[in-house]
Structures are given as C-alpha cells and as structure tokens.
C-alpha cells in the first residue's frame, strides 16, 4: 500500500508541475467543442438559460415561492449538470485519450486534471446563468450567498479523485460507462434537484437521505436560498471526497501502468 500510494503521489507531482499542458488541452478542447459556431462557448450559456426557464416556466405553480423556487431549481441544476457531465464523461476517459497514454510518457493524471478544467470551465458559464436568473427572480445578493464558496471549492477539490475512481472503472469494466449512464439519467429524478424534500416518507426520504448527491447539492445550494451554512451536508460532502480521494491514490499507484494494456 505505502508502494501504491508513492507512486501516486509521484505521477500527481509530476502533473502539477505539467500545469501548462493540462490547462491548455482543456482550453484547446473547450475551443474545438464550438469551433465555427457563431456564439461560440457563449452557447452553454444559452443551453442552460434555456433549459432552467423553460423548466421553471413550465413547472412553477401560484402556490410556489418564485423567488426561492427559482433559486432552489437553478442553483440545483448548475450542481447537477456539473456531477452529471463530470462522472459520465469520466467513464470513457482514459479510452478517449488512448493515442496520448500509448503514445507518451505523459503522467496519467494530466489526463483527470485536463478533463477537470473542461468540467470547471463549462460550469463557469452555467454560474453566470444561475446568477442572472437569481437577480432577475428578485432574489437579492447578500453576504450569505458566500457561504457556498466553501462547498464550490470542496466539489473543486474532489473533482480529479472522482474522475480517477470513474476513469479506471471504465478502463476495467467498458460496460460501466452504460451502466452509469443509465444510473446518472435515473439520479436526475431521485435527486433533489427540482424537488425539495418537507419531511415525506417513503422513497422521497430514502432518495434524500441516503443518496450522495443531495449534500453535494446542499453545500451549495443552502447558502444561498436559505442564508444557513449546511455544516451536515459540507460534513457528509467533505467525508465523500476523502473517500473518492483514499480509492483513487490507490488505484493511481496500483494500476496507471497497467492502463495502456486495457485501452
């Protein structure tokens, strides 16, 4: 184990201190994704725009708070589509960069931190749109709404440990990435993402309490439509992360020399 976890370390060093190339592979990515387009990465904005007003619009009631259902949703969603994009495309990773991994000597955790500057960058834009549909609900900015820069960071931090466990997952298991796929689709309706939880049982308290993805939601979620740090969920959320981090090492010392043969 102490062998596994030096040579995780060591292939993490050495990608940090290939800082440059990681980052620019995500922008050059980003940059390819909407090559020619007229709008250009500006359409993830407009993709999310889209899809959260129409949801509000669609799903709002009379007896609804505006302001804090609009909150609750758009706030749910950035999180979500970040969790969601970030875990499915995590599963065919390392098989996507097969001609780098067989054709370098590239760390394989560029790889994780190239994929994790894609996902950071795309949530930037969803951000910008959840902060326009905030003020534009009339949900006013205070002091509080910083209270979720903790938990942003926390979901930042556990961003690569998550894409390391998903990224060899699939490079063992190719089936996972369906597998997860269909896992990830059926989460959006048993996460609290559109709907909030009152204290209902059957499998509206199972699907809140017991799934991961509602404390990851709520860290930053909470500060900003209640005002109350969620020191639970940031709890629950920070021994998740310390979880996905203590498997990937292992996994990164164990097996990133084993990849090339299973790609």
């Not at 994780?112 to 996902?119: A, D, E, K, N």
């Not at 998903?166 to 990435?177: E, I, N, S, T, Y």
């Amino acid at each position: 184990m102490i062998a596994a976890l030096n040579g995780a370390f060591d292939d993490i060093s050495k990608a940090m201190r290939l800082h440059r190339v990681w980052i620019a592979l995500a922008h050059e990515d980003i940059g390819d994704q909407h090559r020619r387009t007229t709008l250009g990465p500006l359409w993830m904005l407009v993709n999310y725009l889209a899809f959260i007003g129409t949801f509000i619009f669609v799903f709002k009631t009379k007896d609804t708070d505006s302001a804090g259902y609009t909150a609750y949703a758009s706030i749910g969603l950035v999180v979500w589509f970040y969790l969601m994009e970030m875990i499915s495309l995590s599963v065919p990773l390392f098989s996507r960069e097969a001609s780098f991994i067989q054709g370098t000597r590239l760390p394989l955790f560029v790889y994780v931190m190239r994929l994790t500057v894609q996902c950071v960058i795309r949530a930037s834009y969803s951000v910008a749109g959840c902060i326009v549909i905030l003020l534009l609900s009339g949900l006013g900015i205070s002091a509080e709404w910083l209270l979720c820069v903790p938990g942003l960071l926390l979901i930042v931090l556990a961003t690569p440990a998550i894409v390391t466990v998903f990224a060899f997952l699939g490079a063992f298991f190719p089936d996972a990435q369906f597998i997860v796929g269909n896992i990830m689709r059926v989460g959006t309706f048993l996460t609290p993402v559109f709907w909030a939880y009152h204290g209902q049982g059957g499998i509206q308290n199972y699907a809140y309490h017991w799934n991961p993805f509602t404390y990851f939601l709520e860290v930053v979620r909470a500060p900003i439509a209640s005002g109350d740090f969620p020191m639970h969920a940031f709890a629950v959320t920070a021994y998740i992360s310390l979880a996905f981090w203590a498997v990937a090492l292992l996994l990164l010392g164990g097996y990133r020399k084993r990849v090339v043969f299973l790609i």
